[in-house]
């Protein structure tokens, strides 16, 4: 019988705690939903001399939070003495697994910032992992074979794009706000462009690099 009335006060308390505890999370509710509503950069990306350019990478500087690395490392292949592939945009922090897929010694010698980052030999048919932990370009070069060259982008955030073969691009589910957008190819001067995204909406930025 106690426990029967008991039970039956604690369900209105709990309707009554409910109720108020709903009415106080819903303004946080509202918050999440909102910053839910995200748009997207679009745009086309022309640049003279370039020979691929889907090897230009279009990212977003700095987006406010912390973005995780992925849990399983990101392949880049050494193929008849070529880095596939040429190009690589990461997030900081994430692993790379360097394999050697040809039948000759490859050596892996990485620099950011004008320092050498490691110089690792990968004999045939074998592989080696490293974590790239700061933001910036990252070359590699192969010491026996002066035509192997890469780069990899180590980014802030996985706000990036790659154009398609016509040169356009899109970034989507960017959080509204705004933000320094940025055009990077090996060998042409990067551009950069100030962008607001609207709440659910479009921006779109054309850029056109040059040598
Ligand atoms: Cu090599």
């Not at 604690?10 to 009415?23: E, M, Y």
């Not at 939070?65 to 596939?84: C, E, H, M, N, W």
């Not at 070359?139 to 802030?156: F, G, K, N, R, W």
């Not at 940025?182 to 609207?198: F, G, I, S």
């Amino acid at each position: 019988m106690d426990g029967s009335h008991g039970g039956g006060k604690s369900g209105r308390v709990n309707q009554a705690g409910l109720l108020a505890a709903a009415l106080a999370a819903l303004p946080f509710v509202l918050v999440l939903a909102r910053t839910e509503v995200t748009g997207q950069i679009m745009g086309t990306v022309r640049a003279r001399g370039a020979k691929n350019l889907g090897d230009i990478v279009v990212y977003i500087e700095k987006v406010e939070g912390q973005f995780q690395s992925p849990k399983t490392p990101v392949l880049i292949d050494q193929v008849k003495r070529a880095y596939v592939p040429h190009v690589l945009a990461v997030v900081v922090g994430t692993e790379i697994e360097f394999l050697n897929s040809d039948n000759e010694l490859h050596n892996v010698h990485a620099r950011q910032n004008k320092t050498q980052l490691f110089n690792v030999g990968i004999p045939p048919q074998r592989k080696a992992r490293r974590i790239l932990k700061e933001e910036g370009v990252v070359t590699l070069l192969c010491d026996i074979h002066p035509e192997m060259s890469a780069y990899i982008l180590v980014l802030q955030n996985p706000y990036l794009a790659r154009p398609d073969e016509k040169g356009n691009y899109a970034i989507g589910n960017v959080p509204p706000g705004t933000y320094t957008l940025r055009a990077w190819h090996e060998k042409l001067k990067a551009q950069t462009m100030e962008v607001k995204v609207p709440e659910g909406g479009k921006v779109t930025a054309d850029f056109e690099l040059k040598p």
